[in-house]
């Protein structure tokens, strides 16, 4: 049973451009949760998709938007890319019935340089 | 506003020691707390949850205490083994929310 998967694994940017990222979750799973964890820090709750729409969103800017498809994979997508952004981006899959359990894939390395 | 922050940034404990992590939470709202365990190069990893409706709940080596009296809860993890370092976070979400919310993490290392 794959577990949450995450790609591309690393990836470098330039200021402005624009990057897309993507998660596959755990089996069964059909909630994808994206977060942003700065080096050093906890990780950050940008937003939740649940029946392909955005059920909850953190304190992000709208440069940060989302998909979820019909087979319960997601994209996060970051627009105008700053050197802020740098950050390891986190996708988290878990049942929408109600479970806080949430499954982690290993995180895509972003920098922007 | 709503936070979740550890006390302490670092701890070191000796191989088959008992450690003791901490976390303090701010928002009295929160019904469900977790730990979670980070490896280097990994997605954290769920350790053990407990409900705001409980004030202990116990896995295998590890028990986790909530007081919230005090917005306190904590990790115990008995005899300490060398997988066991990584960094540690505690989160907090909310009843028919899906957000959870990270504190900054506690580093652990185990001395052989």
């Known amino acids: 049973d794959a577990g949450v998967t995450q790609s591309p694994t690393h990836l470098i940017k330039t200021r402005g451009q624009q990057v897309t990222l993507r998660c596959s979750p755990k089996s069964g799973h059909d909630t994808v949760s994206w977060y942003q964890q700065a080096l050093g820090q906890g990780p950050q709750f940008i937003f939740q998709y649940y029946e392909e729409e955005e059920r909850q969103r953190g304190n992000f800017p709208d440069r940060f938007s989302g998909h979820q498809f019909p087979n319960y994979s997601s994209e996060l997508n970051v627009n105008a890319l700053l050197l802020g952004d740098s950050a390891l981006y986190l996708c988290?899959?878990?049942?929408?019935?109600?479970?806080?359990?949430?499954?982690f894939g290993p995180g895509t390395r972003l920098t922007v340089t | 506003g709503e936070s979740v922050g550890l006390h302490l940034p670092t701890l070191s404990v000796q191989e088959g020691d008992n450690s003791i992590i901490n976390c303090a939470y701010s928002n009295s709202a929160s019904d469900y707390f977790i730990w979670y365990k980070q490896e280097s190069g990994k997605g954290p990893q769920f350790i053990i949850d407990i409900r705001s409706n409980m004030d202990k709940r116990q896995g295998q080596r590890v028990t986790v205490l909530l007081n919230k009296t005090v917005k306190h809860l904590s990790l115990q993890i008995a005899a300490t083994q060398p997988g066991d370092s990584a960094v540690y976070f505690c989160a907090e979400a909310l009843t028919g929310g899906f957000k959870t919310i990270f504190g900054a993490g506690t580093r652990l290392f185990v001395k052989a």
């Open positions: 988290a899959s878990s049942s929408g019935t109600g479970s806080y359990e949430q499954y």
